[in-house]
């Protein structure tokens, strides 16, 4: 139980251009959903906090214009980064956390990599 | 702001030996504590969490222990093989609130 899912697992795209990540709970409905990024050999880093019909809740430094949080159902987030750029490159990963609560456990996605060129 | 400290960076264990690592958070409201394994290229997999209220919990050859007088709080490996090898992170977070506190990850490789 508590799978969580991400497409897709891997993205090119050129400069310039978005690009949208899903993240999905597969077994089990959250209202609560995270967005974090990270860098090679390094910890997660929180972007932001996605809640299933209102609007994300991005941490200090994160542009919410270029990274488009949408949650518009309990097993369902999305992430589009617009207008990408090189530096944009990363590894994406998404967590849900199991039911209505909001506090608990998070359960991680199997990441997406994005390189943009 | 709260933090949580994590050591060793890397660790290196014979197979067969026991791996410890540790963790110090500063919030004195947190009250639960993952830890993740994660190996290269894929999302962090939860593999034990302690709560609080209890200062110890083991599941087969992974235990946690737990210390909030002194904030710390540690993964045992006992017995350790090869497929352990990965990056292992802790986290703290507080009750009432969702968010996670990472530490900075350990990576331990098992040599065979």
């Known amino acids: 139980g508590a799978v969580v899912s991400q497409h897709p697992s891997w993205v090119i795209c050129k400069s310039g251009t978005s690009v949208k990540i899903e993240c999905r709970s597969l077994d089990f409905q959250a209202t609560t959903m995270f967005w974090y990024r990270q860098f090679p050999k390094q910890s997660l880093m929180l972007m932001a906090t996605s809640n299933e019909g209102s609007k994300a809740t991005y941490e200090q430094g994160v542009e919410k214009d270029k990274f488009l949080i949408n949650h518009a159902s309990l097993t369902l987030s999305t992430l589009t980064v617009t207008s990408a750029h090189p530096e944009d490159s990363s590894f994406y990963i998404c967590?849900?956390?199991?039911?209505?609560?909001?506090?608990?456990?998070?359960?991680f996605g199997p990441g997406t990599r994005l390189l943009v060129l | 702001g709260e933090n949580v400290e994590q050591h060793p960076s890397t660790l290196s264990v014979q197979e067969g030996d026991s791996a410890v690592i540790k963790c110090t958070y500063s919030?004195?409201?947190?009250?639960?504590f993952p830890w993740y394994k994660q190996e290269l290229g894929k999302g962090p997999q939860l593999i034990i969490d302690i709560r609080s209220n209890v200062g110890e919990k083991k599941d087969q050859r992974i235990a946690v222990t737990l210390n909030k007088t002194a904030k710390h709080f540690s993964l045992h490996i006992t017995e350790t093989q090869p497929e352990d090898s990965a990056v292992y992170f802790c986290a703290a977070s507080a009750s009432g609130t969702y968010k996670y506190i990472f530490g900075t990850g350990t990576r331990l490789k098992v040599l065979a």
């Open positions: 919030d004195s409201a947190s009250n639960y």
């Open positions: 967590s849900a956390i199991p039911g209505t609560s909001g506090s608990g456990t998070q359960y």
